[in-house]
């Protein structure tokens, strides 16, 4: 069948379609329907069904008689170690930490953050929540104690479990010393932790409170999996919004496993055995979706990978570890291919290894340039498809359906609407623009299964942050345009949201820190474009009269403070002392103008403006810091 025909059979049914969808995952009790709408516009998947997310992802795999083959395979160039595990092992490692978890009074719908690096431990730490029906929550290694102090507050776990480390190129990150630091700070104290000590770093215990990963779990009963209702949450994932209060995305269990079960096949062209890898982080959506869940629920086999596409220990790595375990389908981020192109222009990399296997490369989590997706169709000579899609919506809202037919690939656009989703361009007023016109992205409800259900703890800014300017309607915080053939082409963000090298980071909570310097009377950050990362934050600071203060000094400061609250992730390394910031006359800082002039764009003076004198005061300064030069 054609894309089109599955697309308008969706829309034509859409209780059928996933109805049909949800016959591939194993339920304990199957749910009576798809959708329940009694409370919309909250909207829940196949509440009254019961499953288990470990239970689908792994034992019935092994009960299906594939115990033996491989589930994960841990590919770590960093410490030189490429291990293998079965299904039939994995099952009895997550069912013995879930065993232990349990017998310390973990339950169903207790929390537990898990903060670990790429290593298959943080896949485990998952699958025995799921078992159990504990909701977990990963925090992305490279953030900061504060980051983590702020989720453990909000989602109050239970238990923490965390690595001893974590190894980046340059440097080893010390998790545990962040992570009794974050737990000092925060209100809510976890009951217990579960230290994973790695070779690399042995880290101290605080007795009472921590156990090692393996004590942890020696002479306890494995746990079973525990039913679950399809409405019950798998996880919270924060993630970036306006403020420096991270949203807390939460994922029902229900739709989640429906979700993404189809989209193996359906969108990556993966089937039962075969191989795929997302070379992305737990930490973010794509390591969840699809470096964890989607091919373990499929059956496939997935790569956990501890490494960078350049400098461990070259450019060629992604293609050794493809050609090695005969990768199908290959997801990363257009920063990773940006960075290898920089370092092997040529390709000289490439031509080394054999990647007979290879299909695909699929990229998502930022722009993808068309330099880039040029430069890697000519290098490999599979399709290279760009597909967009949110933390929020755990899977593609866009897409070109290689499982079901490769549509046609027009550079700059991640192609077409998956089936779920209805994409339409709006005016401020809420009314579609024409085919072509520029406007906000916004999403018939409901949402399919596997997005969001709610916010944590946070309904009624779930329903403002997303349902409220356009009633009926979700917004995805994009801009963008379709095309008569229902193509979209992903602009911009219309919030303060950035994205640095794959990373969604919101702009908010670094002005929040640079306001906290006591120097620092107001200020503003901007996301700039950056060949490379393709956005990278600069800061704008206006200090207190009477500072006498050196600016460079208040500068290093302040850049200081920015990676020790929101963590090196953040990559905030450049800011500017300034006299005044552009403003509206009701005082709104004009940002997007600013990186208008940045990155050497045209812009309108905007009407509003306070005084437009200080636009090239930010234009000066700008210059100082080598940009606006056009
Ligand atoms: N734990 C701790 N620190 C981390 C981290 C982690 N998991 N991940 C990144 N960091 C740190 C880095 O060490 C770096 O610190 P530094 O300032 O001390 O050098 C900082 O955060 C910024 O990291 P990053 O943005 O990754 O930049 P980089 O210069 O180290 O590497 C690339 C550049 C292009 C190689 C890298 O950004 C990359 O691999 N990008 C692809 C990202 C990706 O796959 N995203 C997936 C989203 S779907
Ligand atoms: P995250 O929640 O971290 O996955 O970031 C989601 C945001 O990244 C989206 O709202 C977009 O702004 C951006 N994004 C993701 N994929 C794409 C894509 N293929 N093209 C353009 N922007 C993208």
């Known amino acids: 069948m054609a894309y089109k025909d599955i697309y ?22 199957k749910p009576s329907k798809a959708l329940f709408d009694e409370n919309a516009p909250i909207y829940e998947w196949f509440s009254d069904g019961l499953t288990n997310t470990c239970y689908n992802a792994v034992d019935r795999h092994v009960e299906a008689g594939r115990g033996d083959e491989i589930a994960i395979m841990h590919e770590s160039p960093i410490t030189h170690a490429t291990k293998g595990i079965t299904y039939k092992e994995l099952q009895a490692r997550v069912s013995s930490l879930a065993g232990a978890l349990k017998m310390r009074g973990v339950e169903k719908g207790d929390r537990v953050i898990i903060y670990m690096p790429m290593i298959p431990e943080a896949l485990e730490a998952m699958l025995a929540c799921a078992r159990i029906g504990a909701v977990h929550s990963v925090v992305f290694g490279g953030f900061a104690a504060h980051e983590l102090a702020v989720r453990i507050d909000d989602c109050t776990p239970k238990a923490i479990i965390a690595a001893s480390c974590g190894l980046e190129p340059n440097r080893v990150v010390h998790y545990k010393p962040l992570l009794d630091k974050a737990i000092d700070m925060a209100e809510h104290k976890p009951e217990f932790c579960v230290i994973f000590q790695r070779e690399q770093e042995v880290a101290k215990l605080n007795e009472g409170r921590d156990f090692s990963w393996h004590g942890f779990q020696y002479g306890v009963k494995p746990a079973d999996c525990v039913p679950v209702e399809g409405n019950h949450p798998a996880y919270i994932l924060y993630t970036s919004g306006t403020t420096g209060q991270p949203k807390g995305v939460v994922r029902a269990t229900g739709g989640h496993l429906v979700a993404l079960n189809w989209t193996m096949k359906n969108i990556y062209n993966i089937d039962v055995g075969d191989r795929f890898w997302a070379a992305s982080d737990v930490g973010w959506v794509v390591g969840h979706s699809y470096i964890c869940y989607g091919p373990l629920i499929k059956g496939a086999q997935t790569i956990v990978f501890e490494g ?17 375990q005969r990768v199908k389908s290959f997801f990363t981020a257009p920063t990773a291919l ?20 290879l299909q695909a490369i699929f990229l998502a989590g930022e722009r993808a340039d068309p330099d880039t997706i040029k430069w890697a169709q000519e290098k490999f000579g599979v399709p290279v498809i760009d597909h967009w899609w949110q933390t929020e919506t755990g ?5 070109n359906p290689l499982g079901i037919e490769e549509l046609p690939i027009k550079i700059g656009s991640p192609s077409v609407a998956m089936p779920g989703y209805e994409i339409e361009i709006l005016d401020e007023a809420g009314h579609p623009v024409k085919d072509g016109d520029l406007g906000a992205i916004a999403i018939k409800l409901p949402l399919p299964p596997g997005t969001l259900q709610t916010l944590w703890n946070a309904e009624e800014r ?35 949201v950035i994205n640095v090298a794959g990373h969604r980071l919101s702009t ?35 200090l207190n009269s009477g500072c006498t203060k050196d600016h460079a000094t208040i500068v290093k400061e302040v850049v200081t403070a920015v990676r020790n609250e929101i963590g090196p992730v953040a990559a ?13 006359r009701s005082g709104k800082i004009l940002r997007g103008t600013m990186v208008k002039i940045a990155d050497n764009q045209p812009y309108k003076m905007p009407a509003t403006i306070d005084d437009p004198a200080i636009l090239d005061e930010i234009k000066v300064a700008l210059q100082g810091l080598g940009y606006a030069k056009g």
């Open 8 to 29: 308008d059979g969706w829309k034509a049914d859409p209780e059928a379609f996933w109805m049909q969808a949800a016959e591939e995952i194993h339920w304990y009790k």
């Open 308 to 324: 960078k596409p350049i400098g461990t220990p070259h450019a060629g790595v992604f293609w050794r570890i493809i050609q090695n």
């Open 338 to 357: 940006r960075a290898i192109k920089r370092e092997d222009p040529t390709g000289e990399w490439i031509k080394r290894y054999k990647l007979h296997d």
């Open 395 to 399: 899977w593609a809202i866009a897409a």
């Open 462 to 496: 779930y329903k403002k942050s997303y349902l409220t300017t356009f009633p009926g309607y979700y917004e995805t915080g994009d801009a963008g345009i379709k095309d008569a053939d229902g193509y979209v082409y992903i602009m911009a963000r219309t919030d303060d």
């Open 508 to 542: 908010g909570a670094m002005e929040e820190v640079l306001s906290n310097h006591p120097d620092v009377a107001e200020c503003a950050v901007i996301g700039v474009a950056d060949q490379l990362k393709g956005q990278s934050p600069l800061g704008f600071l206006c």
């Open 572 to 584: 905030f390394k450049l800011a500017c002392v300034v006299d005044r910031l552009p403003k509206t």
